[in-house]
Every structure is written in C-alpha cells, then in structure tokens.
C-alpha cells in the first residue's frame, strides 16, 4: 500500500538519484535501477495544505517509516526497465516520458521508462529514436499485457502552481511516477523546499493505463 505514503501535505526527507546520461542516445532498452536507492521517509504533516481525510495516525502511516520501493532510472535516450514482481516502482523527474509495465517472456513484469528529452523536439532524433526502438522492442509484442501512461498529462500547470504557492516554502515541483505491485499507475507532485533534502507531496492522481495500441499511437 505505498501509495497511503503519497497524501497532499505529506512530508519526506529525501535525496533523489539523478538522471543518467549515455552516449550515444540511441534507443536501446537497458536494464537500469536501484533496489536500495536513498531511502524516501515520511516525516509528518505540512499542515498548511495536508487534506486528507484521516489523520496519519490512524490510516497505518507512521512517521519515520521508509517507504520501500524499488526506483527505475530516466536514461536520457534510452528505455531503462527494471523486474518488479513484487516491488513499488518509482521514477522520475516526468516531464513527458512515457512508463509502462509488460510481462516479459519469462513471466516476470517489468517495469520501463521510455526516455525521451525534453529538448529536443518530439519528431527529432533522439526522441524518435527512443520511441521507435521501444514500439518494435519485445515489450510491445502481442500477449506481452502491455499497458502505460504519461505521467506529465495528469497534471496542468495551474494546479501544480495552486499548491506550490501554498506552501511558501517550496523551490521547485516535480512529477514522480508510481507503479503498484497491484499494477496501477499514479502521477504524483513532489516539491522541493528551500532546505536540502526536505520534500513535500502535493497530491496524486491515479492514472487508467492506455493499452498496446493507444501507446503505440502515442510513440509513433
């Protein structure tokens, strides 16, 4: 139940992994992750804009908890994965990359972040690069139960400047991406605050996946 960790108001200390960068950009599927990343604990409530319907104390979340998850590397140009039977799935920082998750052909789901770059255009390499190698990769093939969102789209750029102003002590919002052992995708707001280390939630939203073909359509 890691998402109970991911409320409105919720506060962590936390030192994210970066990005990776790789030369060249050329759209190979790479395996890439952390099974003991930084540990992401729950500290308590930014009570300014926490709006949650029960206290902490009584929906089983504890202060000083940390959230075990298993974080999945962006990879600019390439789709890192990682091999999630039983394991929460985080990564980030979205600004328009596609997640999925698929069954590979030994049984065991993955997880993949597809890493496109922001700045570069969308119909350029190495965007199309990326795109093209996942779309003829084996994640995409027919009874692989593909299914996938783009996190960035939850959210508009009002709502996550409403709850960044209410804190008044953030620097910057980012959008983090979780899959569920259970399968299910949410975006989720994480703010950067002034202090080194100290985040705070700004909400999340679950995501219905698109299926083969809506993804396809997406990347192409």
Known sequence: MIEQYFEKGFTYNWTPLDKINTVPTDGTIVRSGSSHPPPLTYTGLHAGIFSGGALPSTAGVTIGTVIRHRWLNYVEG???????TNTDVLTGFMSGCWICSWTGRSGNRRVGHIGTISRAAKDQPPNTTVKQAFIASDAMRIGSHIRGYNPAEAWNAIEVLQVTNQTKIVTWAHILSLVTTRNEFYSIVMMETKTPGKWICGGKKRVHGKDR????????
């Open 213 to 220: 073909g809506r993804i396809q359509t997406a990347l192409s």
């Open 78 to 84: 390439r789709t890192a994965y990682v091999r999630s």
